[in-house]
C-alpha cells in the first residue's frame, strides 16, 4: 500500500504506516472482548490520533517544500480572482481532515459495539424469560455480528492508514 502510492520514496513510511495499522486493529479487536472499552470508539483519542498525523504531514510538507508547501492551499490553473476564496475553502478542507479521519473511526467502531450490545440483550432476555429457540436464533445472529466486526476492524484500520498515506503523499508531491 505505501509502495503503490509512493514508490520507492515510500520505504521510509513503512514502518510507521504498519505499525499504525497493526495499533489500531488490536485495539479495535481488543474491543470486541466483554466488558472491554475500545479505546478507538472515543472520539477524543481518534481525533488526537488525526491532529498527530496532519501536524506531521505539515511538517513534513514545511521540510520537504519548504515556503512552496503553501501553493497545496492554491490549485494549478486557477483563476488569480478566486484565489483568496479558493485558499479559504482549501485551508478549510485541510483541518477538516483531522475531523473527518477521527470521527469516521470513532463512529464505524461505536455502531459495531452499540449493534453487539442491542443483541447481546436480545439474547440475554430470550434466554431469562424462557424463550431458548428465539434464544438460539439470535445468538447466531450475535456470532455472525461479531465475525462483521472483526471485519469492520480491519477495514478501519486499513482506511485510516490509507487515507493517512494519501495525506503524506498530498504533502510530498502538492496537488
Known amino acids: 500500500m ?11 513510511y513503512y ?3 504498519v505499525s499504525l495499522f497493526v495499533f ?10 466483554p466488558y472491554i472499552f475500545t479505546p478507538t470508539a472515543h472520539v477524543g483519542l481518534t481525533v488526537g490520533f488525526s491532529f498527530t498525523i496532519i501536524v506531521a504531514v505539515t511538517v513534513r510538507g514545511v521540510l520537504k517544500l519548504g515556503w512552496g508547501f503553501l501553493s497545496m492551499f492554491m490549485p494549478m490553473g486557477a483563476p488569480m480572482g478566486l484565489s483568496f476564496g479558493l485558499v479559504i475553502i482549501e485551508s478549510v478542507s485541510y483541518l477538516i481532515r483531522i475531523i473527518s479521519l477521527g470521527v469516521r ?3 464505524n467502531i461505536t455502531a459495531g459495539h452499540l449493534l453487539l450490545a442491542i443483541i447481546s440483550g ?13 434464544g438460539l436464533g ?4 450475535l456470532i455472525m455480528v461479531v465475525v462483521l466486526e472483526v471485519g469492520v476492524a480491519l477495514i478501519q484500520a486499513y482506511v485510516f492508514c490509507l487515507l493517512t498515506i494519501i495525506y503524506f503523499k498530498d504533502a510530498y508531491e502538492l496537488h
Open 2 to 12: 505505501v509502495i503503490d502510492s509512493f514508490g520507492g520514496k515510500g520505504e521510509r
Open 15 to 17: 514502518p510507521f504506516i
Open 24 to 33: 489500531l486493529l488490536i485495539i479495535n479487536i481488543w474491543g470486541l472482548c
Open 105 to 107: 473511526l470513532a463512529a
Open 122 to 134: 436480545f439474547v440475554w432476555e430470550m434466554v431469562m424469560n424462557e424463550w431458548l429457540f428465539l
Open 138 to 141: 439470535c445468538s447466531l445472529i
